[in-house]
């Protein structure tokens, strides 16, 4: 993944559940917005953090979905 934006929330996400399901997490939620780890953009960051949010929450409970989240959103500016 060449792409420095992926690769910050990628590392936002490893701290909190790990390298693989980071990946994975990254990958599949850039797909449900139409984009992919390759070419997602500061301007996708916003909607990228929602799902994340959800998907975090689910597994690892909601105080760390919404710091990963905020966190995520903070990198587009």
């Known amino acids: 993944?060449?792409?420095p934006i992926a690769q910050k929330v990628e590392k936002i996400l490893a701290a909190a559940v790990g390298d693989f399901i980071a990946k994975a997490t990254v990958k599949k939620n850039c797909e449900?917005?139409?984009s992919t780890p390759e070419t997602l953009t500061a301007a996708q960051l916003p909607d990228l953090?929602?799902?994340i949010e959800k998907?975090?929450?689910f597994f690892s409970g909601k105080d760390t979905g919404t710091e990963v989240a905020d966190k995520i959103?903070?990198?587009g500016g």
């Open 1 to 3: 993944m060449a792409n």
């Open 49 to 51: 953090a929602a799902h």
């Open 55 to 57: 998907s975090v929450s």
């Open 32 to 34: 449900i917005i139409g």
């Open 73 to 75: 959103r903070n990198l």
